[in-house]
């Protein structure tokens, strides 16, 4: 199993950012998919999961409205949309399917 997040950066409050997870090394048309995130000095924390078909998805309060998972089973790949984002949002991002997780991309959301 294979992940590599990209896409994260330096962004302003406000803006907006499109992460991307590559997969390979398993099935990935029939796989659930999830973004966490882990901010300095805090846990790691679950922010959206899409179903194996992309026909559910859900997140956590804290980016619902804000954020959009989604996925192209085509390319094995996963992505997330970041809008309206805040310096809360600052983290470093990971991909992760079962027990197995990328290496993350840094996002920072700052003035």
């Known amino acids: 199993v294979q992940l590599v997040e990209s896409g994260g950066g330096l962004v302003q409050p406000g803006g907006s950012l499109r992460l991307s997870c590559a997969a390979s090394?398993?099935?990935?048309?029939?796989?659930?998919m999830s973004w966490f995130r882990q901010a300095p000095g805090k846990e790691r924390e679950f922010v959206a999961t899409?179903?194996?078909?992309?026909?559910?998805?859900y997140y956590a309060d804290s980016v619902k409205g804000r954020f959009t998972i989604s996925r192209d089973n085509a390319k094995n790949m996963m992505y997330l949309q970041m809008n309206s984002l805040k310096p809360e949002d600052t983290a470093v991002y990971y991909c992760?399917?079962?027990?197995?997780w990328g290496q993350g991309t840094q996002v920072t959301v700052s003035s």
């Open positions: 899409i179903s194996w078909s992309g026909g559910s998805t």
């Open positions: 992760k399917r079962g027990n197995s």
């Open positions: 090394g398993f099935t990935f048309s029939s796989s659930t």
